[in-house]
Structures are given as structure tokens and as C-alpha cells.
């Protein structure tokens, strides 16, 4: 027994060493996704995301500017500029792959039927798209508020070929 006044100090858990395969890796892992960074800012690409370019928190946004937004609507049998949503469960892909691929689209029109295509197989019960518009909107800021009514633009207008053959 102790004598009183006089503690112990207490144990400390053994302390356990990484092996060499733990450190080599996760050098490995570590090269690896510096190694995507550094391709995703050279190549300025946000294919690797979250591992992309960075270049979109570089600077910041001007208050009194513009804020661009892009959408769809569509025109069906029975309804007239219906605004589709753009994700992977009514498209078949996210809005940041529409918007990063806007220039391509844009330059390739027929590409908008791949769109009409897969809403049609992801929304069975909908009526078919029988015109997709590529649409954008522009708001002004002022003061980092936004002011007036928006601008609506159309980009593209696709006639679905849905049905032809």
C-alpha cells in the first residue's frame, strides 16, 4: 500500500507505432490526391470533383454584378413553358453538368434530346417533352442585393425527335 499523500501517476496506454505499409500508404494517398489537385488547376477542370479546379473560391464576386442562372422549361401536349427540374432524377444529370457543358450544347444542339430522352424514361408518367428550351436567367445586383425583375434569355430552343422514325 501507499503511503498517504503519495499518487501514482496514471498509466499511459502503450503508444503504437504506424508500419512501414500503413506510412507508405498513405504517402501514397496523399501524393495521389495532391497529385489530382494539381492536375485539376492545370487542366481547369472540375471532372474530379471535389478534387477539381479551385479557381470558383479565387476571387470574389463583384456586388454590383450579375448573378446567371440556367434552367429548363418545356413544352408538352398539354402545357406550355413548364419549368423541368435539372437533376439526375428528372434528366438523368445534375445541373452543374448541364451548366459545365453549356458551350458544347450550345454548339451541338442535338445534344438537348439526350435530355428529352431521359426525362422520358425517368418520368413514365408524364406527358413526352415536345420542346426543351435551354433558358438562363440574369439578376442585377447592387450592394450584393439583388435589384429589379430578372432577365430571362433563351439560349436554345431543341424540337424533340422523339417518335420519328
Known sequence: MEPPGEQRPPERPAVRRLSAAGLAARMVGTVAALGVLAYGQVADTNDLF???TLSQFATARDLDGTVRSTYL???TAGEQGRRIAMNEQTIGVARAEVEGQLQRILDRPELMQSLVDAYAALQPGREPIETLYLMRSIQQLAGGYVVGEPEQVE?????STAGED
Open 155 to 159: 439560349l436554345l430552343r431543341w424540337d
Open 73 to 75: 422549361l418545356a413544352d
Open 50 to 52: 471535389p478534387l477539381g
